[in-house]
């Protein structure tokens, strides 16, 4: 399985971006996809996952901010971020964990997409 994320860039505070995650490969038939960011000396943060069937969940930190939702016939994971803020700027990755018939579960990271919001 490969993960391939998009869409980071350069955006003004209060700008909106979307990032995609796309996926390759056997993606299983239960699956989970989150969303998490990285700065220079900080932890990998989760902002958001997804289920195979379209059931969400998101930190606190971007409840109201950010959207995570998913095309499963393009095998693809987006991420509306909406009302950046500089805070926000951070490396952005994907993640795919699935779960095979012992429910044991495999990660896959998608390389990162640089977000910068600045003015």
């Known amino acids: 399985v490969q993960l391939q994320a998009s869409g980071g860039g350069l955006v003004r505070p209060g700008e909106s971006l979307r990032l995609s995650c796309a996926a390759s490969g056997s993606t299983g038939s239960f699956n989970i996809v989150g969303w998490y960011r990285q700065t220079p000396g900080k932890q990998r943060e989760l902002l958001a996952t997804i289920t195979s069937s379209g059931s969400p969940n998101y930190a606190d930190s971007v409840k109201g901010q950010f959207t995570i939702s998913r095309d499963n016939a393009k095998n693809t994971v987006y991420l509306q971020m909406n009302s950046l803020k500089s805070e926000d700027t951070a490396v952005y990755y994907c993640?795919?964990?699935?779960?095979?018939?012992?429910?044991?579960?495999?990660?896959?990271w998608g390389q990162g997409t640089l977000v910068t919001v600045s003015s």
């Open positions: 993640n795919m964990e699935i779960f095979d018939s012992d429910n044991d579960g495999h990660d896959y």
